[in-house]
């Protein structure tokens, strides 16, 4: 397997712990999800954040594959779990989910400003489309609770 240049020591913590959190949200989300199997009165919120979870544990995996394909080592931080076991609403769960996406979008604009600091071109061009994707999730939550 060929490896791309190993990216810096600041890299390398910052995109593992990007991962984390990625793992960390997809685990809050399918708890949500699991909150409202059965809520009649609230039936869309369980395949929404179902999806969601899906999403972040595949960016998670996403992340963890471009530092392995570096060369780099996976040592993902522990992420203390949510104090929320039950988010009795669904507008709840979405003011909840928008405060881990709110959270989660400034870790990979940190991550760009230490590649960036580390002149690390391949790792500004594999965040964009994180970036991208991060910003239209963020405005879909906001757009939701309103």
């Not at 992340?63 to 040592?75: A, K, P, Q, S």
């Not at 959270?103 to 994180?130: E, G, I, Y």
Request: proline fraction near 3%; include cysteine.
């Amino acid at each position: 397997m060929a490896f791309k240049q190993p990216v810096s020591k600041e890299c390398g913590v910052a995109i593992n712990y990007v991962a984390s959190y990625e793992l960390h949200i997809s685990d809050a989300y399918l708890c949500m999800a699991c909150c409202y199997i059965d809520d009649a009165r609230e039936p869309i919120f369980s395949g929404f954040f179902e999806d969601q979870a899906e999403v972040k544990r595949e960016h998670g995996k996403q992340f963890l594959r471009y530092l392995v394909g570096c060369g780099n080592t996976i040592c993902l931080p522990v992420i203390k779990r949510p104090e929320v076991d039950n988010w009795q609403t669904g507008i709840k769960a979405l003011e909840y989910a928008l405060q881990l996406e709110n959270q989660l979008s400034q870790l990979p604009m940190d991550l760009r400003v230490t590649a960036a600091a580390n002149n690390d071109s391949n790792l500004l061009s594999f965040m964009k489309r994180f970036l991208d994707k991060q910003r239209k999730d963020t405005n879909h939550l906001q757009r939701q609770i309103v």
